[in-house]
């Protein structure tokens, strides 16, 4: 009996050591479990027991865990700030958190590019924008110029801080008899055009839509169309520049004549624009003749066309060979405008299009669309009726050809002239939201016209229909001269260079996130095409409100390489570095663009 005793006391002991052993060492259980079995102190009933109850131990701690996963998740997606009448979104759980009141948010016209900041300074006067460049100098915060935000990549937003002149919107001297004046750099190009009208005087040139700032289209190297005329940047004739180290300077061709051919294409680096003189031309009408033609008969008449319009512009249909012709000439002093009767009417026009809605809703059985009988189809403009087209199948190639063909026939039956004033004919509708790519490159002389142009757009459309890309149309071609300021991309020193500038484009018809997400990846693919087979070819650059920074690092790094051939960037980094040492006025796009270096 008592050995017996003896044998259960060793037997208990043991048992004690190995679960002292387990709490320090953190043995799981199941092998806690086994050293109980083994050690001779609990049967293998006992042992089950204990494997059972460890086992569902752990089942209950993972089955925690998943339903923690699956809570995060859902609440993830329901709160995850997509726009309210984002298509997939179903429910609301959470409403959101109401953002600061000092926080402002900044988005570019396409909703392409986003920023918010704290630091959102709009000056009303001179004064007002001095104190603020020199504060931010003094305490090397940012407060990058932005204007309207029309450029399609946001390449004046910076969420470290922006500064806006949209106050400072005044005209302050107008010189009849020299055609200038000198505004305001938050001017709107319709505001000032507006102003001066009654003085008889107007711009030379326009861009394709009137909200820019006046010192947001300089900046970039914006343009019109017309052979003989140049990029917009040379109307300017002397600027006053607010700048973080110098202060408040002027400058012009006669005072300081480097810097300012410099800074009138700075892409905002160079200093904050405050005030600009212009160099305009007499008001006048022009007549605009919209025709209907095919890539034979451009390139028998192209020569004729850039040298004897004083604006022309080619809009290129892609998987056709439609091309639309818009001219537009001052009114003939002996013949006057012309007499002409439409074929068909804008309705009749528009019915061919109309048409093609109505049948791909019924394809795609959109219960929620509205149907095309409706008075508000009736009362869309073409552009509109397009992006409805678009949004329906955007990435589907047969489907954008459909759209394009009648996009064709539109133009087709629009064909015809158009009689006003020029700030008002020389407006293009670019359509919706949308992303593009646009790149310059020479193509000779208006006297001897290289032609490359033509082949550029010959090269594009066999790129698009061998990669099978859902190229929406148009693909734009306009022409300038050159210009003088040495960050153009159509800078040249001679003076009769002509420059091409070619436009590719996708539409962003819909608000949903991942559509536009997929469109959005499409573009770059499209895009990136045209760059690898294109551009180094024809010595095209992108224009400055257009290009995108490079996620990859190596493609950066070529970027970079590229930009270095064409334009001095090693005295533009300089300049900016005596003006702007603490780079208050840069962004992420411009120090990835132009990238200090210890020569510059």
Known sequence: MARVLLLRRSQLQTHLKIMTSAANNSIPRLEFARQLCSSGGINAAAAAAASSSSSSSEFRKYLGYTALVLFCGAATYYSFPFPADANHKKAQIFRYAPLPEDLHTVSNWSGTHEVQTRVFPQPETLEELEKIVK????????????????????????????????????????????????????????QLVDAIKDHGITLQNFASIREQQIGGIIQVGAHGTGARLPPIDEQVISLKLVTPAKGTIEISKEKDPELFYLARCGIGGLGVVAEVTLQCVDRHELVEHTSVSTMKEIKKNHKKLLSENKHVKYLYIPYTDTVVVVK?????????????????????????????????????????????????????????????????????????????????????????YRVGWSDEILGFDCGGQQWVSETCFPAGTLAKPSMKDLEYIEDLKKLIEKEDIPAPAPIEQRWTTRSRSPMSPASSPNEDDIFSWVGIIMYLPTSDPRQRKEITEDFFHYRRLTQSQLWDQYSAYEHWAKIEIPKDKDELIGLQERLRKRFPVDAYNKARSEIDPNKILSNNKLEKLFPSTSSG
């Open 328 to 416: 537009c000439n001052p009114i003939s002093k002996w013949k006057g405008p012309p007499k002409f009767k439409p074929k068909y009417t804008a309705d009749e026009a528009l019915q061919h299009v109309r048409n093609l809605y109505e049948e791909s809703l019924k394809k795609y059985r959109l219960e929620h669309a509205t149907s095309a009988d409706e008075p508000d189809i009736k009362e869309l403009a073409f552009t509109e009726l397009r992006d409805k087209l678009l949004a329906l199948d955007p990435l589907n190639k047969e489907h954008v050809i459909k759209v394009n063909q009648a996009e064709a026939e539109f133009w087709r039956k629009s064909e015809g």
């Open 135 to 190: 504060e931010a100098h003094e305490s090397k915060s940012r407060i990058r110029p932005v204007g309207s935000g029309l450029s399609p990549n946001g390449i004046g937003l910076s969420r470290m801080g922006m500064v806006n002149l949209a106050l400072m919107d005044r005209v302050l001297e107008v010189d009849k008899e020299k055609k200038t004046v000198r505004v305001q750099a938050g001017i709107r190009v319709q």
